[in-house]
């Protein structure tokens, strides 16, 4: 599995995203996922679904060492008093003593001030229950002030990529402050498996438009989460890592971006966005 270094952090730059699963699909799909080759596993708080990845990395037989686990701490658990057990929480129903990433999940939809909630981040990795920290969800200027009051690097800011929507200025901004990127909702809420631009460039390779989103992801160096709740789809998430978008490809489906490209936006916790 490729990875990508960013601040320190060593991360597959393939992951398994759980969003939208419940514990019946993340028993059923998750440990398959792991044996056949994903070690980057993304769930969250808010997610519901923690003790059922724990469950499953477990019944995997892959040893936990072996994975990169992430999860997200929700608004309502960034206060002083609620953060730290809120993390214990999270690693109980985990069936772990540390996660490699914790991130704060959202900018906004807390009154507790930003330098609070990345002193708390801080706090949990010096206690050494995550190995790496970051955020999530953070406009361009909200990485740059977040980096400054973090003592420690922040590693990633995971927010929604896909080829319609342009992510430039988080880019400069994660490029500028060593972080990397790690994306989201790649399949646009299932647009790029039938997108005929993606499907042409695919036909060229012998692979599918979802691969061509995938590969354009990893190409532009961003860490990519796919999801599926389908078995018989893992294989063809993996195999990704044997064809290269020529440099005239990337760039026609960088031009896929519109302004209207953003399907995550929910009010009372989105940033203003670039």
């Avoid at 952090?9 to 992951?15: F, K, Q, R």
């Avoid at 709740?229 to 026609?252: G, V």
Wanted: charged content about 20%.
């Amino acid at each position: 599995m490729q990875t990508i270094t960013t601040n320190g952090a060593e991360i597959p730059a393939l992951g398994f995203g759980t969003f939208r699963m419940d514990a019946r699909e993340v028993a059923a799909v998750l440990p398959q996922a792991l044996r056949r080759g994903f070690r980057h596993v993304d769930t969250a708080q808010i997610h519901c679904n923690e003790e059922a990845v724990g469950a499953a990395i477990a019944a995997s037989g892959v040893p936990r060492d072996e994975i990169f686990l992430t999860t997200k701490i929700w608004v309502d658990k960034v206060s002083p008093e609620d953060f730290l057990p809120s993390v214990h929480d999270s690693l109980r129903k985990l069936g772990t003593d540390h996660v490699d990433l914790l991130l704060l999940h959202w900018p906004d939809g807390s009154d507790i001030p930003r330098e609070v909630q990345i002193g708390e981040l801080n706090d949990v990795r010096d206690a050494g229950l995550t190995r790496h920290i970051g955020i999530s969800n953070y406009s361009a200027a909200q990485m740059r002030e977040a980096a400054g009051l973090s003592g420690a690097p922040l590693v990633t800011n995971q927010v929604e990529y896909h080829p319609w929507l342009s992510q430039a200025p988080v880019l400069a901004a994660a490029s500028d402050l060593g972080m990397a990127l790690t994306g989201y909702y790649a399949m646009a809420d299932g647009r790029a498996p039938t997108d005929p631009v993606l499907a042409r460039i695919g036909t060229r390779h012998g692979k599918s438009a979802a691969q061509v989103a995938l590969r354009w992801q990893i190409q532009h160096g961003i860490i990519v989460l796919s999801k599926t709740a389908r078995i018989e789809r893992l294989a063809e998430n993996l195999a990704i890592f044997d064809f290269t978008l020529s440099p005239e490809e990337m760039t026609e489906i960088h031009g896929l971006a519109a302004p209207n490209g953003r399907i995550v936006d929910p009010e009372g916790l989105a940033p203003a966005w670039d």
